[in-house]
């Protein structure tokens, strides 16, 4: 019988709040707190509206809060109660000083690191979910280490890698799970632990342990593989526009050969999420700091290409509708960064649509759930920016209407419905290659895929 421990989780965000979910749901003779400083997330975990978005989460918290799971502001109670502490608080991009721009801004971990210190009357193990540069772990023991007092602490990385939209299932059903320890009697106990917790729902064969840096190293090189090759197919899309070669086809050639494979190759209007940029970025960083000027170019150039396509986009547009924007009612449909989250952070959509305003372009937006974040975005842009829930009252009296967000609902649209609707010449940029093109002309109106050739009725 696995001997029943407590779990703390600081930090109730996307990867907190999901994580720990699936841990209760599991585990349920484990007994799971989640902590945040902010009262208000903490009252909307606590309440009938969670805080995001995330398909299958609202039946796990009905599940499991208030059975083994638990959300609470008590940060230092937390930590002095529980054994196994998983630190998930945000480490964005750091925007002053040194390394603005590139670095992760570690001042909400360090302060994490700090209470840690401050409230442990126990042996802790301290886990890294957090997405942190390499050898933070090094960092946090030396936090921890000058306590003065004789607290044990073991330090573990075990990063997230599942994706939001699809959150629970990859938690539930991950690809492999990483635990990198220190090489010490003590480490390897830690990390035994951790095993133990994980093996109750994922196959042992998952599970994957390794040294720390080469854990915390992993979770980077993930993001900055899925990323370059999302970058690779858009920038061979702007070729194929070049060519009369439709991307499509190109990827189902490419992604056919078992050593490349099939995922991930959808050309799109750019790749948004808080981590892609980010994560690539603070790589970037790591690798100029350690000298390494080459590889760090090399990195970078995935987010130059991100930029140009989303550069490209907006010309595309501009060009299409006779080189000037101004005053026409343009329609987004999708806000959020992907389909099936409102999760709006790094989205496309935010740069297209500022891309837009700067041309002096009205913009509506439309989105099933992402319209409070999309208006906290764009809440500078007053006057110029609407925000409409329904599609077809959304793109009723636009010049144009731009596909940012793959959702499902899209491809369902009456699309005769809305070309009736809208202004003539009617226009389509699909941003996501979702709609039936071919079908969209027959109705009327000039369609500009990416990295297909436009299907227009301009001679
Ligand atoms: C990503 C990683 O997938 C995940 O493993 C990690 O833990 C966190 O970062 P996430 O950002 O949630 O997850 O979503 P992801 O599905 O990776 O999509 C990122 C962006 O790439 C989205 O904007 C998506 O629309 C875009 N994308 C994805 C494409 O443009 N084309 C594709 O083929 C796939
Ligand atoms: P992620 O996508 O990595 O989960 P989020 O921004 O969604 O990032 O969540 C991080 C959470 O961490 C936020 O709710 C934030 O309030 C919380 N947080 C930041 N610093 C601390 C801290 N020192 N103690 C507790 N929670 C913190």
Redesign the pocket.
Known sequence: MTQKRNILCIGAGYVGGPTMAVIAHKCPQYRVTVVDVNARRIGQWNSERLPIYEPGLDDLIRATRGKNLFFSTDIAGGIRDNDIIFVSVNTPTKSYGEGAGMAADLQFWEATARQILQYAESPKIVVEKSTLPVKTALALERILGNGGHEVRFDVLSNP??????SAIRDLEEPDRVLIGSRGTPGGLAARQTLVDLYAHWVPREKIVTSNIWSSELSKLV??AF?AQR?SSINAVSALCEATEADVSEVARAVGMDSRVGPK???A?V???????KKDILNLVYLCRRYGLEEVADYWEGVVRINNYQLARFTRTMLRAMFNTLTGKKICLLGFA??ANTGDTRES?AIYIARNLLAERAVVVVSDPQALANAAADLKDADGQVSFVADPYEATAGCHAVAVMT?WDLYRELDFERIFETMLKPAFIFDGRNVLDHRRCFEIGFNVYPIGKPPLTHFS
């Open positions: 997230e890698f599942m994706a939001e939209g993930s993001n899925l999302i991930f190759l959808n799109s750019g790749f948004g999420g808080s981590c892609f960064f992907k496309p793959e």
